[in-house]
């Protein structure tokens, strides 16, 4: 007979053995009514007569897979986890934690304030608070160096970086590794733990090892490398605060948590996670999906090498198809290349890599060999006749119910799937580069695309390990669409008196990887020159256009690729390329711009609002389904800083009015580029938020 001590929680007896069962689902997360439910079950069996001792365990998938992050930002709500640890801990009993599947942040605070864990094979566990912009705020940082050190404590908690049973074993986070259902285990451990071949001891008591020279050398690193950052730094004071009395550790540790949920990076941080997670929420949702098993990859070239490889990695089977043996050779080697790279990070074994050349990669210049391909996905060059004759073939080629879809970057979609018999299996999967890597997909949905086809495209995302958001049809859809139009700004901002590397240092400072010259180098100039070239008959004559990045292109010069564009490429890195700097005074003296200067305030301010301001007229459009997925869009393919929650939660952090008040004094400048977006002006007219959008 059982006891719940609430909705998720219940404790039984078998035979002098307390078991207290946690079934909260999907993951157990430690919400109020979990937290109630464990400290009233802990109370309730250290009470009871019979009970010798207690064993902890999560039905399900997951012993407790962290904090409810919903709860997050609002006021707490007895008991805290702080609270319900001590009173696991305090214990007059035995309790032992059997830890299995995702075992995160509060969860992992909870088992290290039992007196003994055991993990399950399987297990995931770390402290991953810093992710979110928080640290271990129920313990992890006082009792974490109590049972491992302060280093390791420091590696796990101010990196968020997950590990496993063996490594938690060798640590000393655990105590024991044992195979069987939790709750089986539960029984036996507890019986151990009473027999004391399971040693139990209270953490807390436990001594902790001073090291000061480790605190003082973590801090100068993050300092170094994450200067910009609130929450690692704050992890540093958190665990120099171990070598205090327990109950002081606790209380610097818990003021410390309550310094981080304040500031803005932690709304941010959280933002960006809930925003991995609701772009999943589409109208197809309800549809079936295909089955995919095989696909077809057009084009060897670094796109579709990559998609191949992606999917590879997915267990798919690929063929992938060019123009001649040349070209397949050299996508063929790129994949090799790219699946050595995932063997040498430890993502896969050299064995299962060869299997996967072996078995599950065909080449063919033969188009004929699609016939019995699942899904194709065409990447070759962004070129609209080449793109319909290739979908005109596939059409004749492909069996009933294939989906066929293009990896176009700004093409439209409609116009591809017209060339075809059967527009509503036609579908965009917009891949980043390296599509093995880089985590977005733009699913584009055409006029006539099927809500099932909508649905595979979705699933085949997830087997990526993708995070898809669902794209409307227009020149870019979401990312490129807006890149094009603050991309705009960059070259303004260098015409009227910043170099290209002013600009990039700003940006970084923002907090990109990397500044918007950089990242066009990288990408290849010749990209962006093409796309100038085809709507250069629908460019306005009011428009300002600037023709530095043309004739750095005329010249041959694209970037890393040839060694040079913006900025020179060899020896010790990047140097900004003079040539490129002699354009631009020759533009500006063309033009007869008035130059002035830009305080990277001053540039920031104009990026961002540019960004902004497109990204409103694609939510508008209906392009974007919500706010939250252009911010997913930046923050998972355009390198957007995650702590600062992408440019949607951006621009509710600055306010629509200030957003308006900042066009309208730069439209002095140039009319034509700062507009107002009606939604915008709108919005800060009514006090409005994109957050209520969403």
């Not at 009993?93 to 055991?118: C, D, F, N, Q, Y």
């Not at 436990?206 to 000061?212: A, E, G």
């Not at 060897?300 to 998609?307: F, Q, R």
């Not at 191949?308 to 089977?317: E, K, V, Y």
């Amino acid at each position: 007979m059982s006891t719940q001590t609430s909705d998720t929680v219940s404790y039984s007896v078998e035979e002098g053995i307390g078991l207290i069962a946690l079934n909260h689902p999907p993951v157990n997360a430690a919400s109020q009514d979990l937290r109630v439910g464990l400290a009233a079950a802990v109370r309730g069996l250290e009470a009871e007569a019979g009970v010798a001792a207690i064993a902890i365990y999560g039905e399900g998938g997951a012993f407790i897979a962290g904090a409810d992050i919903r709860e997050f930002g609002k006021p707490v709500v007895a008991p805290t986890l702080p609270d319900v640890c001590l009173v696991i801990e305090g214990c007059c009993k035995p309790v032992v934690a059997v830890m299995h599947g995702p075992t995160l942040g509060g969860g992992l605070e909870v088992a290290i304030s039992a007196h003994a864990r055991v993990a399950l094979p399987g297990l995931q566990t770390g402290f991953p608070e810093v992710t979110l912009g928080v640290l271990p705020g129920a313990g992890g940082t006082q009792r974490g160096p109590r049972l491992i050190g302060i280093s390791a404590t420091l590696d796990l908690a101010t990196t968020g970086r997950r590990i496993g049973a063996e490594e938690a074993l060798a640590l000393g986070l655990v105590d024991r590794i044992a195979e069987g259902e939790p709750r089986q285990v539960a029984i036996t451990v507890a019986r151990e733990a009473l027999a004391g071949t399971l040693k139990t001891r209270a953490t807390g008591d436990l001594p902790v090892t001073p090291d000061q020279a480790v605190l003082d050398d973590m801090a100068a690193k993050l300092a170094r490398t994450q200067g910009h950052l609130f929450s690692p730094h704050k992890v540093v004071e958190a665990v120099a605060g171990s070598m205090l009395p327990l109950i002081g550790g606790l209380a610097q540790e818990r003021a410390l948590f309550a310094e981080c949920i304040e500031s803005p990076q932690r709304a941010g941080l959280i933002h960006a996670f809930f925003a991995e997670r609701a772009v999943l929420k589409i109208p197809e949702k309800g549809a079936t999906a295909r089955t995919v098993q095989a696909i077809g990859v057009i084009g060897g070239g670094t796109m579709g090498s990559g998609i191949a490889t992606a999917a590879l990695l997915a267990g798919l089977r690929v063929t992938m198809a060019e123009r001649d043996s040349d070209a397949l050779d050299r996508g063929r080697a790129t994949i090799e290349k790219n699946l050595e790279g995932a063997v040498k990070r430890g993502k896969l074994s050299a064995q299962k890599r060869d299997t996967m050349l072996a078995q599950a990669l065909v080449t063919t210049t033969d188009l004929g060999d699609f016939a019995q391909a699942d899904l194709v996905i065409e990447a070759v060059f962004e070129d609209m006749e080449v793109k319909r004759d290739i979908f005109r073939q596939l059409d004749g080629i492909c069996k009933p119910g294939a989906v066929l879809a293009t990896n176009t970057s700004y093409l439209d979609v409609n116009e591809i799937a017209a060339v075809t018999g059967r527009p509503g299996d036609v579908i965009g999967l917009h891949f980043f580069s390296p599509a093995h890597i880089m985590r977005l997909l733009e699913v584009v949905v055409a006029d006539a695309t099927a809500p099932e086809v909508v649905a595979t495209g979705f699933a085949l995302g997830k087997r990526l390990r993708k995070v898809c958001v669902r794209a409307g049809v227009c020149d870019g859809f979401i990312g490129n669409r807006v890149l094009s139009h603050y991309r705009k700004v960059t070259d303004y901002l260098v015409m009227d008196g910043c170099s290209p590397a002013q600009v990039d240092r700003a940006i970084k400072g923002f907090g990109f990887a990397m500044g918007p010259f950089s990242v066009l180098d990288l990408a290849g100039l010749d990209i962006g020159w093409v796309t100038r070239k085809r709507l250069a008959p629908t460019r306005s004559p009011d428009e300002r256009y600037v023709e530095v990045a043309d004739r750095i292109c005329e010249a041959g010069w694209f970037g890393r690729k040839t060694g040079r564009g913006y900025y020179l490429y060899g020896g010790d890195g990047p140097v900004e390329n003079p040539d490129v700097l002699a354009i631009i005074e020759e533009e500006r003296a063309k033009t007869g711009v008035e130059v002035r200067a830009f305080s990277d305030e001053d540039i920031v301010e104009r990026y961002m609002t540019a960004m902004v301001s497109e990204a409103v007229r694609v939510l508008a459009d209906g392009i974007a389904l919500r706010p939250i997925d252009i911010d997913a869009v930046f923050l998972f393919g355009y390198g957007f800083p995650r702590h600062r929650g992408g440019p949607m939660h951006y621009a509710d952090c600055v306010g629509a009015a200030a957003l308006v008040a900042r066009i309208e004094r730069y439209a002095g400048e140039d009319a034509f580029y700062w507009q107002v977006p009606p939604m915008l002006r709108q919005m800060a007219e009514t006090g409005g938020r994109f957050a209520d959008l969403n």
